[in-house]
């Protein structure tokens, strides 16, 4: 005869231990490629950012009559743009620090001829083209700055 009143389903230890050990694995095989895969997207949005800033540095130049110049600090691993007002205020610079957060990277090497920095002249024009390279994890970006129209692009 059942008893009477509620009775109850619950999960045994075994199906608990079951349910663990199966969610253990598929963590383990999931981590190293979600990690590859965020170290990816910091490679790739660091390369976008710099696209960007130069093409920034080139515009500016063109619209001011001035030369813009962009440096890079790989010792710091960052680069500023001279002249700009940075987004503290009107007393700090245009300082891009590529190992804090969103970007997470690494400047490995920028060059352009004989310097680290590239500057536009007062039409755009870049004193040489260059490439800068950056990384995060296994992942690295070269970004190449045209010599002759100045257009920044990566691969």
């Known amino acids: ?34 990690a590859n895969s965020l170290s990816r997207n910091h490679a790739q949005n660091t390369a976008q950012r710099l696209v960007a800033d130069l093409a920034l540095a080139q515009r500016l130049a063109r619209t001011s009559s001035l030369g813009q110049t962009v440096a890079f600090n790989v010792a710091a691993n960052s680069y500023s743009l001279s002249g700009v007002t940075g987004l503290a205020g ?9 190992g804090n957060d969103p970007y997470e990277s ?8 004989s310097a680290s920095s590239i500057t536009y002249d007062r039409f755009g024009q870049p004193s040489s083209g260059g490439t800068v390279v950056v990384q995060c994890g296994a992942w690295q970006k070269t970004i190449t700055v045209d010599p002759n129209s100045g257009l920044a692009s990566f691969q």
Request: proline share 8%.
């Open 106 to 113: 690494t400047l490995v090497s920028a060059t352009f001829g």
């Open 1 to 34: 005869m059942p008893p009477t009143g509620r009775s109850f389903r619950a999960f045994s230890l075994i199906e608990l231990v079951t349910a663990l050990a199966i969610a253990s694995i598929v963590m383990a095989i999931a981590a190293p490629r979600f």
């Open 90 to 98: 009107p007393s700090s610079g245009y300082t891009v620090l590529l």
